[in-house]
């Protein structure tokens, strides 16, 4: 592939990358409730771990490989224990 093509697809990637993290943290910060919220950090994980995989395409690098999988791990137990603590909004 031409390194134009290739670099221009991942430049759309990036700045659709960054929209998507930008709309995530409005959803972070107005969430109406605290699963609106979580949503939103799982998205953001998510938007962390897409960026680092564009990193590596573009810079073919590959040392950053164990930050992805840390991201990763950090996501699920965040996740696992939102959903496992989480009360109802407003229950005392």
Do not use: E, H
């Not at 605290?34 to 949503?39: E, F, G, K, T």
């Not at 994980?45 to 164990?66: E, F, K, P």
């Not at 696992?80 to 909004?89: E, G, P, T, Y």
């Amino acid at each position: 592939m031409d390194d134009a093509i290739y670099n221009s697809v991942l430049a759309v990637a990036a700045v659709l990358l960054v929209v998507g993290f930008f709309i995530t943290t409005w959803r972070l910060v107005i969430g109406p409730n605290s699963l609106d919220r979580a949503i939103a950090m799982d998205g953001i994980v998510a938007s962390i771990q897409c960026a680092l995989a564009t990193y590596i395409c573009w810079t073919l690098d590959t040392t950053v490989v164990n930050a992805m999988v840390v991201v990763a791990l950090l996501g699920f137990i965040g996740s696992l224990s939102v959903a496992r603590f989480r009360k109802r909004d407003g229950a005392v």
